[in-house]
């Protein structure tokens, strides 16, 4: 019986309260106040995120656009499932996301959408996968943080504030309120391993990394008896946060497979 247990235990997927560290890691937000708030300085990988908003383009893509930027030069692909818009490439562009690096993902039923989501998520070639899902159970979103973590793969749900009543198995779940052009204020009501944070602000227009601590550089200066003595003496400049890239995977193969008597989806690069 023991036995059992311990294997049991073992199970990376098994998450224990008070459990701050991932095996997966985790990705700078771009904002210092956001990162100070989660427990592991950043946006989780292999995990997924859910961000709740009462109304569609009030800046949930400015939220999440620093971190997409550093995952598209990370070699991996950055997906986006059944978008409600067509991207508007110049302004990814502008914000440093590397256009080859991203995929268009048009299921041709609704019904398909999770499918293709789990799918990109599974299978590891995906350092982000987003998509704007109309309804998903709880048993859905189960399934979708068991490939966000099986793929190391940062899930990324755009859903209605209304999704907030529901259980649901994200690791995060963030209510976005506008306030203004660039005035946003975030609840975080569900951080694993956390605890929530309500009313944190945020101006999207001004993404602020943390810096370091200052690094202490060693002088060597020379006594009034001749001998050598190490000064500490502050940097100039503080160091910001390196960017966290990944060692290069294998491309996902194109199209993806498809389960028995389903037609191929078309999966489009943007260009």
């Not at 986006?80 to 490439?89: C, F, K, M, R, T």
């Not at 994200?170 to 204020?185: C, E, F, I």
């Not at 200066?221 to 960017?243: E, F, I, W, Y």
Request: glycine letters at 8%; hydrophobic letters at 35%.
């Amino acid at each position: 019986m023991n036995n059992a247990l311990d294997d049991l235990l073992r199970e990376p997927r098994i998450w224990r309260a008070g459990e701050t560290s991932s095996r997966q890691g985790c990705l700078p937000s771009g904002y210092a106040e956001l990162d100070a708030a989660l427990p592991e300085g950043g946006w989780s990988m292999g995990a997924l995120t859910e961000i709740l908003h009462a109304s569609p383009g009030i800046g949930e893509l400015r939220l999440v656009m620093p971190a997409l930027a550093r995952l598209s030069r990370a070699g991996r692909w950055i997906a986006l499932v059944a978008p409600p818009h067509i991207p508007y490439a110049p302004a990814l562009a502008a914000q440093g996301v590397d256009l080859s690096r991203i995929l268009l993902i048009h299921p041709r039923a609704g019904s398909d959408t999770l499918w293709a989501l789990e799918q990109a998520m599974r299978s590891g070639s995906c350092a982000a996968v987003l998509a704007w899902p109309r309804q998903a159970d709880e048993k859905q979103l189960r399934r979708l943080q068991l490939a966000a973590e099986a793929g190391n793969c940062w899930g990324l749900l755009f859903r209605s504030e209304q999704a907030r009543q529901e259980r649901s198995p994200a690791a995060l779940r963030v209510v976005m309120h506008s306030h203004g052009d660039s005035d946003t204020r975030l609840d975080l009501v569900k951080v694993r391993g956390g605890q929530p944070h309500h009313g944190l602000k945020l101006d999207l227009n001004n993404p602020r990394t943390r810096s370091l601590p200052v690094p202490e550089q060693r002088v060597s200066t020379t006594t009034s008896s001749g001998t050598a003595r190490d000064q500490h003496r502050p940097s100039q400049q503080p160091r910001q946060l390196p960017l966290q890239t990944e060692p290069v995977r294998p491309q996902m193969r194109l199209p993806l497979e498809m389960p028995r008597g389903r037609r191929p989806q078309p999966v489009h690069p943007l260009h």
